[in-house]
């Protein structure tokens, strides 16, 4: 079952790649999501994480899905709705660890933690009826692109990272520890220097004072620089739909797609671990901004 669904995944996003295409920009270039981009929810509207958001994403661009929304067949039917007759489910995956207790030679038990992997079928709300209206509403456009998009601007503040701007490089320098930026107005549009941004901040986690990433990389283009350019692009794309941006594609993505496919290809796991350190580096990002009090009217 786990290598049916680390296969089932990693193919369809060779795929994408083989074409020219990345998986997790097609929701921006597609436009069928009126100028943003969400990350699929479940049900009660939690949002789902990792590989899951990519895995929705592609199946929400193939079917040409509007909303966000997806649920089990045994949700549906207990929210007092029904599945479409001849629709087909689309792949999701839970992980996670049991703990089992096994004898040792002496005697002795020693506990043993035991990882797994389970897959199982949701539908989009378009593909099924009787669902309450909120659930078939379509996305609302985007704030005007043609200024700096303030919530943006405090978020990546708030991160507290060292960001310099000038020149025409984007890149996070390691051993300075900042991100450089060229200047905002030199981009095609805020959104791209956002997308950027996030992309760059993505690398800023990797520091040892802070997630610690390491992928073993030597030099330029390597393995390593490919699994952690990966890193960023997904971490970027995650960023990304939290704030409800819909960046342009960077101009440099189709370089970096041949050393996607060789780690991809060479190893059918690397998307899902590439998914996971990417929300990681998102939430870590999303732990630095400020926790917003709420005020009592009791009094």
């Not at 030099?219 to 350019?229: C, H, I, K, L, V």
Request: net charge negative; glycine share 8%.
């Amino acid at each position: 079952m786990k290598t049916d669904i680390y296969e089932r995944v990693t193919n369809k996003i060779i795929a994408d790649l083989e074409q020219g295409e990345l998986t997790w920009l097609k929701p921006w270039s597609a436009g069928s999501i009126e100028g943003k981009i969400t990350k699929p929810l479940r049900h009660n509207g939690v949002p789902y994480s990792g590989i899951n958001i990519l895995m929705l994403w592609g199946a929400s661009i193939e079917a040409g899905y509007l909303s966000p929304y997806w649920m089990t067949f045994k949700q549906a039917k207990e929210l007092g709705a029904h599945v479409k007759k001849g629709e087909r489910g689309n792949l999701v995956v839970y992980a996670n660890t049991i703990t089992k207790t096994e004898e040792q030679d002496d005697g002795s038990e020693e506990e043993r933690k035991i990882s797994f992997m389970k897959g199982y079928s949701v539908f989009n709300v378009e593909q099924i009826e009787g669902l309450a209206e909120h659930y078939y509403t379509k996305p609302k456009a985007i704030i005007d692109p043609a200024r700096r998009i303030q919530h943006a601007e405090e978020f990546f503040a708030s991160t507290g990272a060292e960001i310099r701007h000038g020149g025409n490089s984007a890149h996070y320098s390691g051993g300075s520890d900042h991100v450089q930026m060229p200047y905002f107005e030199t981009f095609r549009s805020p959104q791209a220097y956002y997308a950027t941004l996030a992309h760059e901040l993505t690398h800023w986690t990797k520091h040892p004072k802070r997630l610690d990433r390491e992928f073993g990389r030597k030099r330029w283009g390597d393995e390593g620089y490919a699994r952690e350019e990966l890193v960023a692009e997904l971490g970027a794309a995650f960023l990304c739909a939290d704030l409800e941006l819909a960046p342009e594609p960077r101009a440099d993505h189709a370089a970096y797609i041949q050393s996607w496919l060789k780690v991809l290809q060479n190893d059918k796991r690397a998307i899902f671990s590439a998914a996971a350190h990417a929300q990681r580096a998102a939430d870590f990002l999303h732990g630095l901004q400020p926790v917003i009090e709420e005020v009592s009217n009791v009094a």
